[in-house]
């Protein structure tokens, strides 16, 4: 069985992680809420390897968030077996919602090299980028939904136990309220800036709690957990 503090350790590894390879594939070019898939069409076909490795790199942080919802449960679950079960699948929901997007958006590459040779129908091609988009689309938001849920829940169980400073534990569970709020919100009208503003707030969560986890959880650890 991995240790209490072990886990901790790769909890933080892989905050840094996800949000490292997160910005790498946005980086190469596979970015998300992109809607004019004629524009997108002709960046991808100047260079589709690159788009391709920025898919690549998307699907490996997608992994890491699978991976991490194994050890935030080894290690937060002593607290609240059942908030850090809700909180873990919600994060692994969250992870096959973004993969699916991922897998989708592959679908591109081919259809870029198309619409680039294509003299008649480069409208039928364009509808069904847009198709494409969208689907990436409702799955990035989905996923992002979820990872609120699961923030959520983690963050009411370290709120109830002091497992983790008081200062993390309120920014997180603050910002996965206002990012599920927006993102319902934006579901519901297509207004989208409270999910902007709770998806800022769980992007500094993130990085301080990550921080803390890889950093200085092994103090608090032995000052607190007792």
């Keep these: 069985m991995i240790s209490t503090p072990l886990a901790l350790k790769l909890c933080g590894f892989l905050y840094i992680f996800i949000l490292i390879t997160n910005a790498a594939s946005v980086g190469l070019g596979d970015r998300t809420g992109e809607t004019d898939s004629a524009a997108m069409l002709a960046a991808i076909s100047e260079n589709p390897g690159r788009y391709r490795m920025g898919v690549i790199v998307a699907i490996a942080s997608h992994l890491g968030i699978?991976?991490?919802t194994g050890t935030l449960f080894?290690?937060?679950?002593?607290?609240?077996?059942?908030?850090?079960?809700?909180?873990?699948?919600?994060r692994?929901?969250?992870?096959?919602?973004?993969?699916?997007?991922?897998?989708?958006?592959l679908r591109l590459i081919d259809l870029a090299r198309e619409y680039a040779s294509a003299d008649s129908n480069k409208e039928s091609l364009r509808l069904l980028g847009d198709q494409i988009l969208r689907t990436k689309n409702i799955g990035v938001d989905l996923g992002l939904l979820l990872l609120s849920?699961?923030?959520?829940?983690?963050?009411?169980?370290?709120?109830?136990?002091?497992a983790v400073p008081s200062m993390i534990a309120n920014l997180g569970l603050a910002a996965g309220i206002i990012s599920a709020i927006g993102i319902l919100m934006?579901?519901?009208?297509?207004?989208?800036?409270?999910?902007?503003?709770?998806?800022?707030?769980?992007?500094?969560?993130?990085?301080?709690?990550?921080g803390w986890l890889l950093f200085f959880s092994h103090a608090y650890v032995r000052r607190e957990w007792v």
């Design 92 to 105: 692994l929901g969250e992870a096959v919602a973004m993969i699916y997007g991922e897998v989708t958006v």
């Design 149 to 162: 849920i699961g923030a959520i829940a983690y963050c009411i169980s370290f709120v109830q136990s002091g």
């Design 186 to 210: 934006k579901f519901a009208s297509g207004f989208s800036a409270i999910a902007v503003i709770g998806m800022v707030l769980m992007m500094v969560f993130e990085v301080t709690f990550g």
């Design 66 to 68: 699978v991976a991490i």
């Design 74 to 90: 080894l290690a937060f679950s002593q607290f609240n077996r059942q908030l850090a079960l809700i909180g873990s699948v919600s």
